[in-house]
């Protein structure tokens, strides 16, 4: 079975950026979107941005032109690029796939984003 494994998490200052990256291990059929989200402590899990084939991407009001997605398909990688970060951006950040065949959803094992001075 697939697998997504992210990568890039860490501290940064606030103003800074990072960089998430979320590798597919193995073979996804049929995906139908790629999003990204967020869980802060004590709080649910949210959407930050979502592709669709054929759709766009959406991003959450909270990021929209600081965050871009980004995918390199020839690598089976997916990208977040996170600019302008502020304390409140600070969560586990999770890559998530979407597809039309069993297991029809895929999850990263997280990475944690800390933004502070």
């Known amino acids: 079975q697939a697998q997504l494994v992210q990568s890039g998490g860490g501290l940064v200052q606030p103003g800074g950026s990072l960089t998430l990256s979320c590798a597919v291990s193995?073979?996804?059929?049929?995906?139908?979107?790629v999003g990204w989200y967020r869980q802060a402590p004590g709080k649910e899990r949210k959407l930050v941005a979502v592709?669709?084939?054929?759709?766009?991407?959406v991003y959450a009001e909270s990021v929209k032109g600081r965050f871009t997605t980004s995918r390199d398909d020839a690598k089976n990688m997916y990208y977040l690029q996170m600019n302008t970060l502020k304390p409140k951006d600070t969560a586990v950040y999770y890559c998530?796939?979407?597809?039309?065949?069993?297991?029809?959803?895929?999850w990263g094992q997280g990475t944690q984003v800390t933004v502070s001075s």
């Open positions: 998530n796939v979407q597809s039309s065949t069993a297991p029809y959803e895929y």
């Open positions: 193995g073979s996804i059929d049929s995906i139908m979107s």
């Open positions: 592709e669709t084939n054929g759709g766009g991407t």
